[in-house]
């Protein structure tokens, strides 16, 4: 059981969305954050930088986009169903766009590699959550 | 000149979007995540708290999905048009909401009359970058 | 293993630290942004919110010193031990602040009790990065 | 007025800070968080990246903590003075490097010039706080 599992069953109220679509996708925002920032970072120490610079931008707007992400979604007091689309959305775009770019590096670069599999795996969570979200 | 006109300026690729409208969200996204963060803490010492928790709620997502906008729009290198705007999408979303819930209290604090014209004109300077992105 | 692990293993550099209290430390602050984000959430919604605004607010600040304090550590291309360390102090001091004041609330709300856990496991994981900054 | 003071000036508690280096602070830590984001952006797509590396980290960080920081010190319902001195602390640090950094490169980039007077401004805008929380 996850900290975020556990927190969200001790929420005093109920929640709007699909428990277990909801706290797989924190959890990978949160981890997802952690990992393009941990690339972003990797990249920047290797020699061929200049070819990583796409990699770099797209990782530090994933780790941003997925702790706003991952914020939002924790917060279920209010919780507003229509906005958690939206940020959901860009969020899933994020995560596409970055891993696209990773998975290009892959082959040369190890934390390339793992960086990707951790975007798609945040990008297929927020398909989960938009899937929620709409029934 | 604000200090993100002055480094957009100085930064050695030429910028993708319109530069007044790039420079008026990214101030905006900044200045109304400090005001949302300032209003959620506001409305949590006051009497009628009960009433406010969406508006702290929608304060906290504001101000979060604002930083994440803020950065993103600063991030020139490598600019990516499709993903700035989503990410702007959901901020003008989240702008919109925390407006309107704001704009219910700001008779009663002042501090959420406040944080909604912040809101408001972060929300506008939102569209004005959609429009210039859809150029 | 870890993601966090994984990343620093792929790196191009020598780690600084110790990489077993560092990946500790890295996780414990994600994990501690999340748990307090969703805990400053829950509290929100309970029916004696007003005895809880001290653990509102030492939530808030615990969840943003953590997300700082994780990238910080994160990034190791050019990390700077004494940057480090009073960063992973004013974290430590959060999680200790916000432990003890979220304990006082354990035996109510369950959500308290499991965010008080989460952040003395970070505060203990910011000593022992602490201890080996010193070495 | 900037926004902060207007925001602190309708808070319904009494500050516990001098309200003059407080709103400061807060201004310069959202300011410095901005340019700084931009100058590690900026930084990325020069012809001599490579030598900007330290640069670029010192910024993130710097970047990361302003956030944390001006958070820290917008939220006054439950201020913990002796928590805030140690979070100004380490922005003070960050702030401190990150211009020492800057000003190696402000001969020869322009956002380095910029960037490192932004920091220099939040550097003493912290230790303003500091003197005044001694208090």
Known sequence: MTHA???LE???RALQVDAGALIACIDACFDCAQTCTACADASLAEPDVEILL???TLCQNCS???I???RVLTRQTEFVPELARRVVEACLDACRR???ECERHAHHHEHCRVS???CRRCE???EDVLSALAT
């Open 5 to 7: 599992q556990q927190m």
């Open 10 to 12: 001790t929420h005093p």
């Open 54 to 56: 796409r990699c770099i």
């Open 64 to 66: 941003d986009v997925c």
């Open 68 to 70: 706003a992400t991952g």
């Open 98 to 100: 970055c891993a696209e």
């Open 116 to 118: 990707a599999e951790e």
């Open 124 to 126: 297929q969570a927020c």
